[in-house]
């Protein structure tokens, strides 16, 4: 679980650290897990994967996830190349190595 959301399914091969965290920007609240492997030989972690919720009043649609997504990640809307897909009922968007949807407001 993560604030809330059964985490159901993770790919093979992730590293045994996993941490959480929770923290704020611009008014939405975010809840992460990260996975990494590590310590490599000059003492350096990998992040295998990384999970977030985010909350909201301000998220409102998927439309606006993805506008506040290319603010936080400092993106250049032309470079990020996204496609629209669905996870389960829930419209999203997916990256090359990225993805998120929508589930409701806030």
């Known amino acids: 679980m993560l604030d809330g959301f059964v985490i ?18 611009e008014d939405v609240t975010f809840h992460s897990r990260v996975w990494e ?14 999970v977030k919720t985010m909350r909201s009043s301000t998220l409102t649609d ?8 290319l603010e936080y990640y400092e993106r ?3 470079q990020w190349h996204l496609r629209k897909i669905k996870i389960g009922p829930y419209d999203g968007y997916r990256a090359d190595d990225e993805v998120f949807w929508f589930v409701e407001r806030g």
């Open 37 to 50: 492997t590590g310590q490599d030989a000059d003492g350096g972690y990998r992040v295998d994967l990384t």
């Open 8 to 25: 159901g399914s993770l790919p093979r091969g992730l590293g045994d650290l996993q941490t959480d965290f929770e923290y704020e920007w």
């Open 62 to 69: 998927l439309d606006g996830v993805r506008t506040f997504l």
């Open 76 to 78: 250049d809307p032309a």
